[in-house]
């Protein structure tokens, strides 16, 4: 299998911009997740997919941030506008099913200017 | 709510010489235990996992990890490490509810020659 498969893997935008990151998930897992890795909170949960359907959005810092998976192979989460404290390491993983191995995509590193 | 400390944050080794990383994690409910390593530059990736059954868990690379549910710990080990093991580690937990997997803050392995 291919793994899980993100776009673009390195992305430098201005502040204000729109970024759109992207994610394919193994084929036949159910979940999918998004996280955000920075040194100073570590990895946090911003939104979790189950069939397609967006079942807890909480991590989702603000409006600015918002997620999409219109099928089972693939979702993006978009920032809009982008600011500099937004510049991190996303990434998405999935699962099947629930309490089974996470995998990881290698992440799209975002810097925003 | 769950949680996991990882109580070093950065732990430096000599080569071949063993090595201890921490985890307790506190939860009301049945937990499913898990370690990955996240090499610079890379995702997450599976070093090992515990669901059920014998506490001492054997994963990739020579790591094992023994769950310990009087003292909430699932410490990971490796009797002699190498040069290649430095990297990241992250402790996470994932509870039989449908709470998603929550990771602590990492642990930066780094191995000296």
């Known amino acids: 299998d291919a793994g899980v498969i993100q776009s673009p893997r390195h992305e430098v935008t201005e502040m204000g911009q729109e970024v759109t990151l992207r994610c394919k998930p193994i084929?036949?897992?159910?979940?999918l997740f998004w996280y955000r890795q920075t040194m100073m909170r570590g990895l946090e949960l911003l939104i979790y997919?189950?069939?397609?359907?967006?079942?807890?959005d909480s991590g989702m810092p603000e409006d600015r941030f918002s997620a999409k998976m219109p099928n089972a192979s693939f979702s993006t989460l978009k920032i809009q506008p982008s600011e500099p404290r937004d510049s991190a390491v996303y990434f998405c993983a999935s699962s099947f099913p629930w309490g089974n191995t996470i995998y990881f995509g290698e992440g799209s590193w975002l810097t925003v200017v | 709510a769950q949680s996991v400390t990882q109580l070093d944050s950065q732990v430096p080794v000599f080569e071949e010489a063993p090595v201890e990383l921490r985890c307790n994690y506190s939860?009301?409910?049945?937990?499913?235990l898990f370690w990955y390593v996240q090499y610079p530059n890379q995702g997450l990736q599976l070093l090992l996992k515990y669901l059920s059954g014998s506490t001492l868990v054997k994963g990739i690379n020579g790591f094992e990890a023994e769950f310990n549910k009087s003292q909430t710990s699932f410490h990971l080990r490796k009797p002699s490490v190498h040069i290649s093991d430095t990297a990241e580690y992250f402790c996470a937990v994932l509870n039989s509810g449908n709470t998603p997997l929550v990771f602590g803050k990492g642990t930066r392995l780094s191995v000296i020659a």
């Open positions: 939860s009301s409910v049945s937990v499913y």
């Open positions: 084929s036949g897992h159910d979940y």
């Open positions: 997919f189950n069939n397609n359907v967006p079942i807890d």
